[in-house]
């Protein structure tokens, strides 16, 4: 699933390309891609774009008469851009949409039989905040909010890393390279954590999601995104069960729960320990979720609500 990094590339690629055009027709190869009725989509054809913003992992596009363009990529949804006036066509097996524009196509696609991509469009900042999953923004954070989001409710730190509830942005991929940075397991409990790990991890959440960043701009340049993937040989853990840890050559282990897999390193993270064990299953089954879908979006309407804090019992 494209996380922070990859969706704030694309959203500074089509701020270049399209903020200030008109979106002259939207085209739909699956009509199952749309997840909204009203407005109607052809409400926003004709309409220039304001703006271009990452909400979450969501692409936002702000158009005239307050209306917004929401893309969802979930799990294998990309973007690619053709360049040119004449519309580019859909791709037949993999191709959802197309929006044109004056100065080239922006189309999306999902190399997946699943199709869990989608578009909606919402009008006001009301009707687009009911997609706004409400989590922390940790770029934009300090210690003491980021602890307050963490242990907000007891987890494991994988699991509140990646709930969009309580940090905007972090997925499968960029949390196992935070909790190899952090020297933390990814079944570590949040608030049992120390004032030096709380620390740690903090760091490093925004020096993987910087660094990641900066490296992927820089493999792009003035080129719209192309190579968009979870698994890159750079990483240090993630996708790379079985090879030697970069820090300590430890082989990394995984640990496989329904369709979730996490990657760590046993000399790193846990003490030397390997995480398998009937304890380990009981805490799976009760804080991690069975598919990336189920944590990214609820089932009604695949609709994440904010997380809000519980009050205090008088």
Request: hydrophobic letters at 40%.
């Amino acid at each position: 699933m494209p996380e922070l990094p990859d969706v704030s590339l694309y959203v500074e690629h089509l701020a270049r390309r399209v903020a200030g055009a008109s979106l002259r027709r939207i085209r739909l190869r699956s009509p199952f891609v749309l997840r909204s009725v009203t407005p109607a989509l052809a409400e926003a054809e004709g309409r220039h774009v304001l703006s271009v913003r990452r909400m979450g992992k969501r692409i936002v596009l702000a158009l005239e008469g307050d209306l917004y363009l929401v893309v969802h990529l979930m799990i294998a949804g990309r973007l690619a851009w053709k360049p040119g006036a004449a519309p580019a066509a859909i791709p037949g097996r993999t191709g959802l949409a197309a929006f044109d524009f004056p100065s080239g196509t922006l189309l999306l696609t999902e190399a997946s039989p699943k199709k869990r991509a989608w578009i909606r469009l919402v009008r006001g900042l009301d009707a687009l905040a009911a997609f706004d999953p409400g989590g922390l923004e940790v770029l934009e954070a300090d210690l003491s909010s980021f602890r307050t989001a963490l242990t907000m409710e007891s987890h494991t730190v994988k699991r509140a890393l990646t709930d969009p509830r309580l940090f905007s942005g972090i997925g499968n991929a960029y949390s196992d390279e935070i909790l190899h940075m952090a020297k933390l397991s990814p079944v570590a409990l949040t608030r049992k954590l120390s004032d030096g790990e709380m620390a740690r991890l903090f760091e490093a959440v925004r020096t993987t999601l910087v660094s990641w960043t900066e490296r992927l701009r820089a493999e792009a340049g003035d080129t719209f995104p192309a190579r968009v993937t979870a698994f890159r040989p750079e990483m240090a853990v993630h996708g790379k069960f079985g090879k030697p840890c970069p820090a300590c050559g430890t082989d990394v282990q995984r640990i496989v729960f329904a369709e979730s897999e996490t990657n760590y390193c046993p000399g790193c993270q846990t003490g030397g320990r390997l995480l398998a064990d009937r304890a380990l299953s009981r805490l799976l089954k009760g804080d991690w979720p069975r598919t990336p879908e189920e944590m990214e979006e609820s089932k009604d309407e695949r609709r994440v609500q904010p997380l809000v804090p519980r009050r205090p019992r008088p």
